[in-house]
Each structure stands twice: as structure tokens, then as C-alpha cells.
């Protein structure tokens, strides 16, 4: 079973928007990791977030960890078409591997 | 370009056969992590390997394996295909043994389509 859940499952809109993508996960983490993916492509690192950081920035991209509550929120401020993709949230809780959940797929419309 | 490259891109075979994908991770990057992808099972973790040696083991079936060589590159050996082991297989390299303080770099991945 996957640790992380994504919520939405998808996300539609428009060129200019920001998209809010969530993720909630159940076991105490070190870390969590966003993903990218496009169609059929492999997944790009986007940002990580360790356990006592509470938001973290990178250009258009703002991650929050709620530790309490366990959950992650991604935002992509000022979409594009580009972003379209495939998002996913990975958490790790030690052991060596890294859980990925079923992610949102996200679509920019032009 | 994430600098993980894994070939063959696409293979087609029937049930009951066997192949070999192959990686070769990230420069200087000595974990080698494998992960199915599928429609209705997601992303799954299947094994890692650290400087040659199995790390850690996932959801890996007994008639699947992998190896990693001295010179970092790694393989998976897909044995008595079933229908089901159709899927997209990704290839991850990272710095790090485990402490996933690094991000991982994965291929574009071998989808694997068995008739």
C-alpha cells in the first residue's frame, strides 16, 4: 500500500492560475519529496522538505509539511502550460526506500 | 537530462520468457534503486543496491532479481513473464546508501509489454 495520498487525483486550470495539490501520508517521516512527471516520461526531483522544516520555496514552487497532521501541500503559483504533468508526493521513513504515492495529474489549460 | 540511462527503451515479449533491463546510474552516484510502474499498482519499490550490494528489498516477486556490477551499472532480470509484470520500469540513481537526503535521478524507464 502507498504511504503518501495525493488528493486531488486531478487537477484542471487555467493558464495563469495557481494549483494546490495535497498530500497526506501515515507513518513519522524524515523527509518528503515532490516528483514531476510527464506522460510516460521519468520522475524529476522537484523539492525536498525534511521533517522539521515547516514551508520551502523554489522559483514558482512553495511546499508546506504539517508534521502534526501529517500532510504536505505543493503550489505552483502562476501556471503554465508546461506544468502539466503528473505530481507526486514521496515520503521517506527510513529503510532505505522511498514511498510514493499515486499522485495528481495536473492540467494547464492554454 | 537526469544522467540515468536505461535501456532498452521498449520491449515487447510473449508469457513465459525472460529479459534483462539495464541502468547505468548518475555519475558518482552509487544507489541504484528500481521501481514498477503500473496502472493499477501505482509506483512501487522493488530493490536497491548501494556500492554493489543489496540494500533494500520491496515488493519484488521471486522470479524477478537484479544485480549490481563494480563498475556501479545495475540489471533486472524479469523471469517467467506473466501477463501482469506489463508495466513501465524506472531506473533511480542517488548519492546517498538510504538517508534520501539527496533526491533521486531516474530514466525515462523500459515499458514492458508481455503478449
Known amino acids: 500500500s502507498q504511504q503518501g495520498e495525493e488528493d486531488p487525483q486531478a487537477l484542471s486550470i487555467q493558464e495563469g492560475e495557481n494549483a494546490t495539490m495535497n498530500c497526506s501520508y501515515k507513518?513519522?517521516?524524515?523527509?518528503l519529496q515532490w516528483y514531476r512527471q510527464n506522460s510516460g516520461r521519468g520522475l524529476v526531483h522537484l523539492i525536498l522538505i525534511r521533517s522539521n522544516e515547516r514551508e520551502k520555496h523554489s522559483g514558482r514552487l512553495r511546499v508546506t509539511l504539517d508534521t502534526s497532521k501529517k500532510s504536505s501541500s505543493l503550489l505552483i503559483t502562476a501556471s503554465r502550460a508546461a506544468d502539466t504533468a503528473s505530481y507526486f508526493c514521496a515520503t521517506d521513513a527510513g529503510g532505505s526506500r522511498l514511498t510514493f504515492g499515486e499522485g495528481t495529474q495536473l492540467t494547464v489549460n492554454p | 537530462d537526469s544522467g540515468v540511462t536505461q535501456t532498452p527503451k521498449h520491449l515487447i515479449t510473449a508469457t513465459g520468457q525472460r529479459v534483462t533491463l539495464r541502468c547505468s546510474p548518475r555519475?558518482?552516484?552509487?544507489?541504484v534503486y528500481w521501481y514498477q510502474q503500473s496502472l493499477d499498482q501505482g509506483l512501487q519499490f522493488l530493490i536497491q543496491y548501494y556500492n554493489g550490494e543489496e540494500r533494500a528489498k520491496g515488493n519484488i516477486l521471486e522470479r524477478f532479481s537484479a544485480q549490481q556490477f563494480p563498475d556501479l551499472h545495475s540489471e533486472l532480470n524479469l523471469s517467467s513473464l506473466e501477463l501482469g509484470d506489463s508495466a513501465l520500469y524506472f531506473c533511480?540513481?542517488?548519492?546517498?546508501?538510504?538517508?534520501?537526503?539527496?533526491?533521486?535521478?531516474f530514466g525515462n524507464g523500459t515499458r514492458l509489454t508481455v503478449t
Open positions: 507513518t513519522s517521516i524524515n523527509n
Open positions: 533511480a540513481s542517488s548519492v546517498d546508501p538510504g538517508s534520501y537526503n539527496s533526491p533521486l535521478h
Open positions: 555519475s558518482g552516484d552509487l544507489s
